[in-house]
């Protein structure tokens, strides 16, 4: 039975591919969604329009092809990790983001969001160190 | 006009639920499978063999159903707002791989996931 429990530097590499195509996903999904913010969804014929007008979205279709990735990389993560390892490792998406636009848009981090920033990166490393084996070396 | 904001938090909550019941069927249908994966050919392999198992394609349902609650709640709420909310699942999801996966728990790692939701919603809020 393989029975690798471990987090190595090859599966933090795919969840870290895993978090940038989830990412990517997420703004894919809002593009597409975003040029009907008023429109109202009521009724199930309504909920069908929008969903129509949702998928002629060229935004909605690069999401769904990210999507079939991630789920190829996030599978393989599944076969060789605990799930209640990988989900949290793979929440450092949250990270992510304000930082790239800290470093490209120049946006400010406030200090509630550092603080936010802290107990991610904390949490994350803490999920990590309960996934080790204590006989077994680092990494 | 304005959505009840019951109503979206309500939402949020059946989309992490299927977030929830989405990554426990994949888990338990990879579990299941008992396959070492390492090498790209061996991914390709593993592949077929998983999208061959009824719980992926459970897996999937519940994706496609957490996907169209969510792009709904994205067309009417604030996106901090829907993340913070949707943080919930971490922890939901943590509870359910140590009561159905059997996963072993120790202390840091709730502790950790914990810290997560906290660091998430401090993110989001600010």
């Known amino acids: 039975m393989p029975n690798k429990k471990n987090v190595t530097v090859k599966i933090l590499l795919l969840l870290l591919l895993s978090d940038i195509l989830e990412t990517f996903i997420h703004f894919c999904f809002k593009k ?14 309504d909920a069908f329009t929008f969903s129509k007008a949702a998928f002629s979205s060229p935004f909605m279709w690069a999401g ?22 990988a989900i949290p490792i793979a929440s450092f998406s949250y990270i992510f ?37 204590k006989k077994s070396g680092f990494l | 006009m304005k959505i009840n904001i019951l109503f979206i938090i309500f939402l949020i909550f059946i989309s992490s ?9 994949l ?12 090498g790209i050919k061996k991914v390709f392999i593993f592949i077929m063999k998983v999208i061959a198992l009824p719980k992926a394609w459970m897996a999937f349902v519940f994706s496609i159903l957490s996907l169209l609650i969510y792009l709904f709640v994205l067309s009417k709420a604030d996106l901090n707002f829907a ?20 996963e072993k728990f120790e202390i840091s790692r709730w502790l950790g996931t914990i810290l997560i939701v906290l660091g998430i919603i401090a993110v989001s809020m600010s």
């Not at chain 1, 406030?110 to 309960?130: D, Q």
């Not at chain 2, 888990?27 to 390492?38: G, R």
């Open chain 2, 83 to 102: 993340f913070s909310l949707d943080s919930m699942h971490y922890v939901l999801i943590a509870i359910a791989s140590h009561l159905i996966l059997k």
């Open chain 1, 32 to 45: 597409s969604v975003l040029t009907q913010a008023d429109f109202m969804v009521r009724t199930l014929s």
């Open chain 1, 64 to 85: 769904l092809m990210a999507v079939a990735v991630i789920f190829i990389v996030w599978s393989t993560i599944l076969s060789k990790i605990d799930l209640s390892v």
């Open chain 2, 27 to 38: 888990k338990s249908a990879i579990n299941s499978l008992n396959f070492n994966v390492d």
């Open chain 1, 97 to 133: 983001v304000p930082l790239t636009s800290l470093i490209f848009l120049h946006e400010k981090i406030s200090a509630l969001r550092w603080s936010g920033i802290f107990m991610i990166l904390a949490g994350v490393i803490l999920v990590f160190l309960s996934s080790h084996n």
């Open chain 2, 17 to 25: 639920l299927c977030d929830v019941i989405r990554e426990l069927s």
